[in-house]
């Protein structure tokens, strides 16, 4: 386990982000005021995620562990088809990513990548199949689009992992593939990878708003109907999940493989998305808007210090 909390620590830090996420929604999103996505989206990076920080910091201290939110908003990019689509979709709305350091010398990583969708008295309106086969299947996958162009994804994957045009597939991504040698993960380690996060705009079934509400939950576009389902765990549930390893899906190459042909590309992705960030939120600085607009990427970082485990 990534980070060891205690069942009332997890309560307190559930209850915390839950309420912090709730605050920030409702004064941006009063009673009767119009709810879209991509509001919500900036409303959550920009002014939800450094009150849950802040108030985790303090709790997290005396164990010796750092934990860092940092986003970065892009919404729109980058998009991907696979074969049998009728046309591109987005990739996804946000990355969740936590990186852990039991010791400086090695990082463990899980990541989830969240499409959201606002969710009102009947459910999603704003439903994209191509999207939800994505999810629900994994294909092979083409990027089409990036933020700043194709182009931009081109260079960064020459100047970072040596992949150029010449490389059969530069550009295609195979969610299965695990290993170098050539394992490839279960359509349930693929499922953990990937969240529907549906913003409830009707109907949270978490309790009394003031204690422990929000309206973002997080869902597996497996379920039964998922533009319809109503249940899943609330976004502050996920975060203490995800720091003690048990949601998400493992990244097992944190960093930029060395070419194409030895590459998990669940870890390549994750490295091509986490670029995208400025590299002045590496170090936990304000969130910024990249001039083309387009996705975004939410990392939350553990550090151990003082032997915590």
Known sequence: M?????????????HSA?????SEWNRAHPAGSHIDEVSCIYNLIGRALPKVQTGWKGQLSPLGVTATLTGVVCHGRPYVRYPGAVK???????????DHRPVPAVLERRAAI?????FGVTGVTSKNPIQLGLYQKWPRFTYTDWPGGVAVLKSVLAAKAGITDAASGALEREMAITLPMG??????QI???????????????????????????????????????????????????????????VVPYP???????????????VEELLSLLPASQ????????????????????????????
């Open 18 to 22: 839950n309420k912090a996420m709730w």
């Open 183 to 188: 394992t490839t993960a279960s359509s349930a």
């Open 255 to 269: 960093q930029w493989p060395t070419g194409l042909a030895n590459a998990c590309h669940w870890s390549l992705m």
């Open 191 to 249: 499922d953990l990878g990937c969240r529907y996060g549906m913003i409830d705009t009707h109907r949270s079934p978490w309790g009394d708003p003031r204690l422990s509400m929000n309206p973002w939950r997080l869902c597996s576009p497996n379920v039964p109907n998922v533009y319809a389902h109503r249940w899943g765990l609330s976004l502050g549930s996920y975060l203490t999940r995800l720091i003690m390893g048990k949601v998400g899906r």
């Open 114 to 118: 969240i499409q959201a969708k606002v």
């Open 2 to 14: 990534p980070v060891l909390i205690t069942p009332a620590l997890l309560a307190s830090l559930r």
């Open 88 to 98: 591109s979709c987005e990739l996804g709305d946000f990355l969740l990513v936590h």
């Open 282 to 309: 590496a170090t936990g600085a304000s969130v910024g808007t990249p001039p083309d607009g387009g996705g975004f990427a939410v990392i939350l970082v553990t550090t151990n210090g003082g032997g915590a485990g």
